[in-house]
Nanobody, 118 residues
Framework: QVQLVESGGGLVQAGGSLRLSCAAS??????MAWYRQAPGRQREFVAR???????AYADSVKGRFTISRDNARNTVTLQMNSLKPEDTAVYYC??????????????WGQGTQVTVSS
């Protein structure tokens, strides 16, 4: 069974930091990513990292967020610094596998709430 389990969300003041982690299991993954969804808005891309450790970021988080990955442990981490109230959202871990299982190769975690107070 493929699972993505997130941890690390919470409440922080503007300018503070939070670290999100996602533990993936059940298959191998190439691209792992973080997305977020604020109330009343569509889910949006935040950052991604490949198995080769190449990274990409949304413009809104460049220079503030850092994505990293431990391939041996199948974990991906999002270090979020200089947080702003507009970063408030539910953050979702996403992982894409080169192996199709029951027609599925794209997986999502349950989400973790990040709230930044002004």
């Amino acid at each position: 069974q493929v699972q993505l389990v997130e941890s690390g969300g919470g409440l922080v003041q503007a300018g503070g930091s939070l670290r999100l982690s996602c533990a993936a299991s059940g298959t191998v993954f190439n691209v792992m990513a973080w997305y977020r969804q604020a109330p009343g808005r569509q889910r949006e891309f935040v950052a991604r990292i490949t198995s080769g450790l190449n990274t990409a970021y949304a413009d809104s988080v460049k220079g503030r967020f850092t994505i990293s990955r431990d391939n041996a442990r199948n974990t991906v981490t999002l270090q979020m610094n200089s947080l702003k109230p507009e970063d408030t959202a539910v953050y979702y871990c996403n992982a894409n596998s080169p192996i199709v299982i029951n027609g599925v190769r794209d997986y999502w975690g349950q989400g973790t709430q990040v709230t930044v107070s002004s």
